[in-house]
């Protein structure tokens, strides 16, 4: 059996994508196909039009590119969510006191959305994906300039992907999408 990469052992330096970094995507890939298009093909329009903001994961040796991924705005909206009550119940237990009765009354939440992650085939399963994350819960959970309370994901709807998020923290926002191609996922940031 093949020993996995303990993420320590992979150091990298997240920023956001550069001009130059777009020349490098032509050969990037992770290995799926509906993300590779959309790095080279849609990227780079999606930021011109504001639609998200693109970041890029390098070796801190050598700057090459070994993962990319995208944030965006969004939201929890409460009509999406599986199960109102568990959800309310649930976040009402990590809640102060002081918060749980407006949180309670709220229609929707403010979160940003990890989308797009891939990470270079090469580099999967050595602990890059779980570094990103943890790279924008603590991003996000220390930003101040907005309200931002949860991170969402549209997982790719395949067991390795799901996998994946469910084990770094994250849980499914509704059952109606089992049968399609991605799976919302939230994760609470308080």
Known sequence: MEEKTQSSDINIIIEKLSDDDYRQLSSFSCGTEKL???FHNELEQCVKYKYLSAYC???STTNE????FTLA???VVIGQLNDKDDFIKEMKEILNDEYAETFE?????????????GVREDYQ???VGRQIVEFVIYTFSKYDI???????VDSLNNKRTN???????????TNSDIMSDTRRMYQALF
């Open 36 to 38: 590779d298009s959309f």
């Open 57 to 59: 994961a390098k070796l």
């Open 65 to 68: 590119i070994i993962a990319l």
């Open 73 to 75: 705005n969004d939201s």
């Open 105 to 117: 009354n709220q229609t929707s939440f403010p979160a940003v959305n990890i989308g797009h992650l």
């Open 125 to 127: 399963s050595k602990g």
């Open 146 to 152: 907005s309200g931002c309370q949860f991170i969402t």
């Open 163 to 173: 996998k994946f998020y469910l084990n770094n923290g994250f849980s499914n926002q």
